[in-house]
């Protein structure tokens, strides 16, 4: 595919995605739904990706979701007419809706307004740049937000979902409540957090993607089920790709290895 509102470039394993429309905020478009939808598979099929960082076009926004002036137009509407047809736009632009099993780092800086929860909440590890801001202002407008704070629940507390749903436009999560709710991991400045999602992606690249890979799936999909039926399921991921994972690496040369952690 010809991409046109998305740059992907890859470089030791990692594949680096910018959502790349700074001069609309970096909303998305049903021709970004179509490049996403065929990222995901793209990624999934690719070998040499072992992890995909995700990051937007530098600016005031990561996301403030779907550009609405496009969405109103008969060749730019985001949802089709037919309403038992019609798909939640997640389904295209997440990973995980994707099935695709690779880990993905998103470095948010600037805002992230309603639909950039459709990436942020199918990411695996989140960081964030000190002015960056979270909101939903879908009920300011008058719309029920219920698809992206659904997500969001499987990453924040319930309380800070719904405050952040019904008080719309009223408010926005700072960086560092953000850290101190879960939503994000890192807090990092602006300069440095393109750079520091290249370190994780490069660090996680550098693993048995065997092992990355069936880690991503079993913890992702026990969220949909019950916890004895997640372990059962984790435990047969563990026959299925541990003998890969551990043929993948020298364990024994890692072991010896005197390099020092990184302590968070």
């Known amino acids: 595919m010809e991409y046109e509102t998305i740059i992907v470039t890859k470089a030791d394993h990692v594949a680096t995605v910018t959502i790349n429309r700074p001069d609309a905020m970096n909303?998305?478009?049903?021709?970004?739904?179509e490049e996403f939808d065929y990222l995901w598979k793209d990624m999934s099929d690719d070998d040499d990706v072992h992890c995909v960082v995700l990051r937007a076009a530098k600016g005031r926004a990561f996301s403030t979701g779907v550009d609405v002036k496009q969405s109103q137009t008969p060749e730019g509407k985001i949802m089709h007419d037919n309403i038992w047809t019609a798909r939640d736009p997640g389904e295209f632009l997440g990973p995980k809706a994707n099935r695709?099993?690779?880990?993905?780092?998103?470095?948010?800086?600037?805002?992230?307004?309603g639909g950039a929860f459709y990436w942020i909440n199918e990411s695996d590890?989140?960081?964030?740049?000190?002015?960056?801001?979270?909101?939903?202002?879908?009920?300011?407008?008058?719309m029920t937000s219920a698809l992206e704070p659904i997500g969001a629940t499987y990453r924040?507390?319930?309380?800070?979902?719904?405050r952040m749903a019904l008080l719309g436009n009223d408010e926005r999560i700072g960086a560092e409540t953000a850290k101190?709710?879960?939503?994000v991991t890192e807090i990092v400045t602006l300069d440095r957090l393109w750079d520091r999602a290249d370190e994780l992606g490069r660090q996680i690249a550098a693993k048995p993607p065997a092992a990355t890979q069936g880690t991503v799936r079993a913890i992702w999909e026990s969220l949909d089920q019950t916890r004895a039926g997640a372990l059962q399921t984790g435990l047969k991921?563990?026959?299925?790709?541990?003998?890969?994972?551990?043929?993948?690496?020298?364990?024994?040369a890692i072991m010896n290895n005197s390099k020092k952690w990184e302590v968070r």
Not at 125 to 142: K, L, N, R, W
Not at 156 to 162: A, F, K, T, Y
Request: net charge neutral; aromatic share 12%; proline share 6%.
């Open 27 to 33: 909303s998305f478009t049903k021709r970004m739904l």
């Open 100 to 113: 695709c099993w690779k880990p993905v780092v998103c470095a948010v800086h600037g805002m992230a307004a």
């Open 125 to 142: 590890i989140i960081i964030c740049s000190e002015e960056a801001t979270f909101f939903d202002p879908h009920v300011t407008y008058g």
């Open 156 to 162: 924040m507390p319930l309380g800070d979902v719904l």
């Open 180 to 183: 101190r709710i879960g939503l």
């Open 237 to 252: 991921y563990c026959f299925l790709g541990n003998p890969i994972g551990t043929a993948q690496v020298d364990r024994w």
